[in-house]
């Protein structure tokens, strides 16, 4: 839903997130900076079965999660080399206060920015989980305990084909959703429409 | 054999019973219905006030609650004076209660024994608060995050497992009271609804075998 706002097509409304706090929020990352608007379990889903992306990969963390902080240059650092062969980011953090959601968008902003990513232009869907634990963890994988971080990855129509229950590195990412992305890999020494960064060691 | 021996080797024995050398699959929690693996029980764990104990040392009469828990985990702060007060009110009702820190102190140094001392103190804890020193225990039940409750009732079967309630922050907001409700129910002889529940939390930091 969330992607299909920001490419700027329209959402349909069986698509909209029923979350009742944040009605307006649809559509958030690409090109609004690090909003991160409350959605529920079914609002999270529809992100990440929204057509248009070979593979979805879902993070779940939370700005106190020092595992998390650790992981995310990886997470945002494959995301930039993949996104152009069509690899859509869903962030779940689980601050769910003012203060959370405020210490969630500085670490989000220093590690995209640490990895070259524009945090006014990130291009992944933020949100801040809204929906009860136990709903939420078994939602999106019944093996899950509910400890951070959490990865999941998805295949087209929200099928999920992998998870990861503790930290992921580049390799691990790669070596799972790069069979999944249609296109070229983009990186270093491929051509790619816009100038990518010097590709740093993970 | 010694009348204290054959006491704890006949906890071990209701807690543990046929499934004696069972142990749940790395990662996968024990199931509900499922008695608690005997060696791990037996373990004798070091408690804040420096003894040793067993988990089956605190088997109570009317079920015995085992809580992983830690000191540097914000969800594990957020639910530490609801685990506190738990744990005393229902050690008072017949129910053993254990706390069991598995977390590796070279990770995070608030999750040392010290602080774990200083903790207990400071919140008025009436129950062990122990070291499972080779993360062992934990492995054994399947343990995977912090805090983490497996509840077993009188005939030592494990009625419920999960989260302390449904918000770790705020004691005021909580509507769903899963482990008080759970131990009520034990008390009453009846199965905890729901015996399952699921919280955001900290991974357990295993130490290295």
Not at chain 1, 47 to 54: D, L, R, T, V
Not at chain 2, 17 to 35: K, N, Q, S, T
Not at chain 2, 54 to 71: E, M
Not at chain 2, 186 to 204: D, Q, R, T
């Amino acid at each position: 839903m969330l992607i299909l706002g920001a490419l700027g097509c329209r959402v349909p409304a069986a698509l909209a997130d029923t979350t009742p706090r944040s009605p307006a929020a649809v559509v958030v990352g690409h090109g609004r900076g690090l909003a991160m608007p409350p959605a529920t379990l079914a609002g999270i889903r529809a992100a990440i079965g929204a057509p248009g992306a070979p593979a979805v990969l879902v993070n779940v963390w939370a700005s106190w999660c020092e595992p998390c902080r650790e992981e995310l240059p990886a997470l945002l650092r494959y995301f930039r080399d993949r996104r152009a062969a069509g690899l859509r980011l869903i962030l779940v953090s689980g601050d769910d206060d003012d203060a959370g959601k405020t210490a969630a968008e500085d670490v989000l902003r220093a590690a995209a920015t640490s990895v070259g990513l524009d945090p006014s232009q990130l291009g992944a869907t933020l949100f801040t989980k809204a929906d009860d634990d136990t709903a939420f963890v078994n939602g999106l994988d019944p093996r899950w305990s509910g400890a951070l971080p959490a990865t999941f990855l998805y295949r087209g129509r929200g099928e999920r084909v992998h998870s990861w229950f503790d930290p992921v590195t580049y390799e691990d990412l790669e070596a799972r959703v790069a069979r999944l992305l249609t296109s070229p890999q983009t990186g270093p020494g491929r051509a790619s429409k816009t100038k990518q960064p010097p590709r740093r060691k993970p | 054999m010694t009348a204290c021996k054959r006491m704890t080797l006949a906890m071990i024995a209701l807690l543990a019973g046929p499934a004696a050398l069972a142990r749940a699959e790395p990662g996968v929690p024990l199931a509900i219905g499922a008695r608690a693996p005997a060696p791990a029980i037996a373990t004798k764990l070091r408690n804040v006030d420096g003894k040793m104990i067993s988990i089956a040392d605190t088997t109570g009469k009317a079920g015995t609650l085992v809580i992983f828990t830690c000191n540097h985990c914000p969800f594990a702060k957020g639910w530490e004076e609801r685990i506190v007060a738990l744990g005393n009110t229902y050690v008072k009702r017949g129910i053993g209660v254990v706390l069991i820190n598995a977390n590796d102190p070279a990770k995070y140094e608030e999750d040392g024994y010290v602080e774990m001392q200083a903790r207990a103190k400071v919140r008025g804890l009436q129950v062990p608060y122990v070291v499972d020193e080779t993360s062992e225990v934990a492995r054994a039940f399947g343990a995977s995050v912090t805090p983490e409750a497996f509840l077993f009732d009188r005939a030592g079967k494990l009625a419920y497992h999960g989260a302390i309630d449904d918000n770790h922050k705020d004691a005021e907001k909580v509507q769903k009271r899963y482990l008080k409700d759970a131990l009520d129910a034990v008390l009453a002889g009846k199965p905890p609804a729901p015996a399952e529940s699921k919280s955001l939390g900290c991974g357990i930091k295993f130490r290295r075998t």
